[in-house]
Nanobody, 117 residues
Framework: EVQLMESGGGLVQPGGSLRLSCAAS????????MNWVRQAPGKGREWVSG????????GYADSVKGRFTISRDNANHTLYLQMNDLKPEDTAVYYC??????????WGQGTQVIVSS
């Protein structure tokens, strides 16, 4: 059974940092591209960042470029999102998503990030 378990969300002040983690199990993690997607209150889902299976390619939405960094540890089956210089508009539920974007097939349950003073 595929499981994606996000953690690391919370309340942070503007300008602060958080590191999200996604522990993956039930599939060969190193074979799959992975993504982070977020959904802000009252809005649709937004692709945030992606990384290929080997970690050699990464991509970012314009809204987070230069502030967020995606990475992965294939040995420990974990996906990360380092978020710096957080802004109130980054407030959302963040989801870990398995598979190449457009062919994704599993989503985690999400972790809440709130950026507020």
């Amino acid at each position: 059974e595929v499981q994606l378990m996000e953690s690391g969300g919370g309340l942070v002040q503007p300008g602060g940092s958080l590191r999200l983690s996604c522990a993956a199990s039930g599939f060969t993690f190193s074979n799959y591209d992975m993504n982070w997607v977020r959904q802000a209150p009252g809005k649709g889902r937004e692709w945030v960042s992606g990384i290929n299976s080997g970690g050699g390619w990464t991509g970012y939405a314009d809204s987070v470029k230069g502030r967020f960094t995606i990475s992965r540890d294939n040995a420990n089956h974990t996906l990360y999102l380092q978020m710096n210089d957080l802004k109130p508009e980054d407030t959302a539920v963040y989801y870990c998503v398995k598979g190449a974007w457009g062919r994704e097939d599993y989503w985690g349950q999400g972790t809440q990030v709130i950026v507020s003073s």
